[in-house]
């Protein structure tokens, strides 16, 4: 079945804790990318990759680092959280760019106190 | 870079009747605009999307409209039922940044049987 996976779906963490959210995805897609969503904002990009060791900043970077060893994982690495990064994160992939269907992962709820 | 505004942010409608959600873009060079409906407590999906070289596409109750003149796009769905109660997002792709796609705020649907 293709998909993709995230882990953990719920986190509850304490400020500064270094933690990673975990994305793999079974389709072969080249382009992956990281987004959270936050009420009235809609969703806003974090990170995105176009493919193996390739990464670029989205719009909302700061306080996030990701990494692209393999083709089918991404996963997204928060340094020291802060309260501020309390959100509902999904990771993506599609077959090339925005230009084709994004696949979400089921997405991680993250809180941060 | 491209913004993407969408209205409205709230929408109730009456079984049967037709829902319009409208989005505008900011960038000129942006060709690729899909639609995602998120469910709630689920990961979005895409449900239709249209490439600015066509000016109207339908799959069954929804179709969306492009006026690339005006920068905007519509999703039109006819005959609501309860299951099209949902959040629904925008989103445009333009040239720069990978083609990154840009999405608007959400609709909160909201059908009344």
């Known amino acids: 079945e293709a998909q993709v996976t995230q882990n953990p779906r719920y986190l509850i963490t304490v400020t500064g804790k270094k933690l990673t959210v975990t994305c793999s995805q079974n389709m072969n897609h080249e382009y992956m990318s990281w987004y959270r969503q936050d009420p009235g904002l809609g969703l806003r990009q974090i990170y995105y990759s176009m493919n193996v060791e390739v990464t670029d900043k989205g719009d909302v970077p700061e306080g996030y680092k990701v990494s692209r060893k393999e083709k089918r994982n991404f996963p997204l690495i928060l340094e020291s959280p802060s309260p501020n990064q309390t959100s509902l994160y999904f990771c993506a992939s599609s077959y090339g760019t925005g230009k084709y269907e994004q696949y979400f992962g089921p997405g991680t709820r993250l809180t941060v106190t | 870079g491209e913004n993407v505004e969408q209205h409205p942010s709230t929408l109730s409608v009456q079984e049967g009747d037709s829902a319009v959600i409208k989005c505008t873009y900011s960038?000129?060079?942006?060709?690729?605009f899909p639609w995602y409906k998120q469910e709630l407590g689920k990961r979005p999906q895409l449900i239709i999307d249209?490439?600015?070289?066509?000016g109207e596409k339908k799959d069954q109750r929804i179709a969306v409209t492009l006026n690339k003149t005006a920068k905007h796009f519509s999703l039109h769905i006819t005959e609501t039922q309860p299951e099209d109660s949902a959040v629904y997002f925008c989103?445009?792709?333009?040239?720069?940044?990978?083609?990154?796609?840009?999405f608007g705020a959400g609709t909160i649907l909201r059908v009344k049987s």
């Open positions: 960038d000129s060079a942006s060709n690729y």
């Open positions: 989103a445009a792709s333009g040239m720069e940044y990978g083609n990154k796609l840009v």
């Open positions: 249209i490439r600015s070289n066509v």
